[in-house]
């Protein structure tokens, strides 16, 4: 999975009112300027220059293309002169992929000894995107508004952040989740409206009885797990009843079988997400643990106990997070520390957690898990390394999808000989209090997709594109606004479908 197909237009706007010569002009430095941006190597995603944008017609034309161009993930405008922004509604009406308005001049400083009409006719962006950012608003077209000149590195790092959100958001309209199994019975927090996720958030959540994956598993051959099982040699400790030789490493052969099969059937459907049920298993020999910690560490989207939505932001932030050191994982918020400031929540699940958050090289061990028909079954087992991160979760508040995002600082675990489960503790900024109660107050999971590598302002920009409610919980939040927020947020999405 890499960028190197996409594209993200730019589109610059002006006006034939100053005559050719300045069209040539502004041609020549926008030109200059996507140049300029492809070769500050900050940018992921390659950006092409479309031109001017002088009518009605020619924006139409455009926003047109861009609607049906497969490589076009997104455009950048940016208004060099005056653009009078009438010519910009029908095709900003038409448009439907993810917008960057840029803010930014061609020259960095005012030329004061040098500066004519001539210079001010051309160089317009201070009032032309003024101008442009009206219509964006009175039409209510989701964007993100990047100000800043264009070669400083903080202007290109929010582009670059918005590019990835939009890689992340192409591949989400094209994402079918797997389920095995239905939700955990009678949980609440991990269901949803399906059909309105996909009309506002793009992906398809399908289902497959277990029945369809058992004989993808059995068609796995020895010789395939005697190869897979080495590579897990090279890259795992083992404890001994897991090693080869020990009493236990069978169920590490079953659990390579499990994870052959299962990538083979996920591949088949075209998926790249999925949700597994220890209620589901019949003809399965262990809940599918390891093989979800190994696919989820290669880009599958996954959520435990049926948990499409879950699964669905774990498969968007991975992508989004394409090449960027860090890792991230589905995670569960597993029990209580209470220690003053050091208070904290220690995340882990069953089995299920990416062992691309791994502090030291994970260990393979098999363990009897009571719960459901799960069985005697191998995990990794590992701690996630120290450091900054954020935690995510979709709700579904029967009204609208309610976007719910964490900055957490991962901390430091005790051993746990008696619980051999991979997990990371974290503090919930801006402490557990506040951030815990934040939490709850906003309806959020016990389950989020946690990540290492990637920053609110992700989920930001993510939360504009699906014009979805996103509720940030960091070192600003104290509870009475944000309670405050949340009823805010309540008339809003009310009358939002009223206004549009
Ligand atoms: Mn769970």
Not at 14 to 31: C, E, P, T
Not at 158 to 170: D, S
Not at 194 to 209: F, Q, S, T
Not at 380 to 395: D, K, N, P, S, Y
Request: glycine content about 8%.
């Amino acid at each position: 999975m890499n960028y190197k197909d996409l594209e993200v237009w730019f589109v610059t706007g002006a006006q034939l009112l100053y005559g050719g010569d300045a069209v040539v002009k502004v041609d020549a430095h926008s030109n200059e300027m996507v140049k300029g941006l492809n070769d500050s190597g900050r940018l992921p995603i390659k950006v092409v220059y479309k031109g001017t944008a002088n009518s009605s017609a020619e924006v139409s034309e455009i926003m047109r293309a861009a609607n049906g161009d497969t490589k076009c993930v997104g455009i950048i405008t940016w208004m060099h002169t005056f653009s009078p922004a009438k010519m910009w509604i029908h095709g900003l009406m038409d448009y439907k992929k993810p917008l960057l308005h840029l803010h930014t001049q061609y020259n960095e400083t005012i030329p004061w000894n040098e500066i004519d009409m001539d210079f001010m006719n051309l160089n317009q962006s201070a009032h032309g995107d003024r101008e442009f950012g009206h219509i964006t608003s009175r039409l209510r077209k989701p964007r993100k508004v990047v100000v800043g000149y264009w070669k400083d590195k903080s202007t290109q790092e929010k582009i670059a952040i918005w590019m990835r959100v939009c890689a992340a958001w192409e591949d989400a309209q094209n994402m079918r989740i797997i389920r095995f199994g239905d939700n955990m019975n009678n949980v609440a927090v991990t269901d949803g409206d399906k059909v309105e996720a996909e009309i506002r958030l793009g992906y398809h959540v399908d289902n497959a009885p277990i029945a369809k994956l058992v004989p993808y598993v059995e068609a796995v051959t020895e010789a395939e797990i005697d190869a897979l099982v080495a590579e897990y040699c090279n890259l795992y400790d083992f404890a001994p009843n897991a090693a080869k030789g020990g009493k236990d490493h069978q169920f590490v052969r079953d659990a390579a079988a499990q994870e052959i099969g299962l990538r083979r059937f996920l591949v088949d459907k075209k998926a790249t997400a999925f949700t597994t049920s220890f209620d589901e298993l019949e003809g399965m020999k262990q809940l599918m643990g390891f093989a979800s910690q190994r696919l989820m560490a290669e880009g599958f989207g996954f959520g435990a106990e049926g948990d499409w939505k879950t699964a669905a932001l774990c498969r968007t932030m991975w992508v989004m997070a394409q090449g960027l050191p860090g890792g991230c994982s589905f995670l569960e918020d597993y029990t209580l520390n209470f220690d003053g400031n050091n208070s904290s929540i220690l995340q882990a699940h069953m089995l299920e957690i990416n062992p691309e958050i791994a502090a030291k090289k994970p260990r393979v061990e098999v363990h009897y898990l009571g719960i459901g028909d799960s069985g005697t079954c191998a995990r990794l087992v590992f701690q996630a390394h120290e450091g900054e991160g954020i935690a995510c979760t979709i709700v579904d508040m029967g009204n609208r999808f309610r976007m719910i995002c964490n900055d957490v600082d991962v901390i430091k675990p005790k051993d746990l000989p008696k619980l051999p489960v991979a997990c990371a503790l974290w503090k919930p900024m801006p402490n557990f209090e506040i951030g815990a109660g934040a939490w709850i107050l906003a309806g959020g999971t016990h389950h989020s997709s946690f990540s290492f590598s990637l920053t609110k302002e992700y989920m930001e920009d993510y939360a504009e594109i699906a014009d979805v409610e996103l509720l940030l919980i960091d070192k600003d939040t104290n509870i009475r606004n944000f309670k405050q927020d949340i009823r805010n947020n309540e008339v809003y999405y009310m009358l939002n479908k009223a206004l549009r």
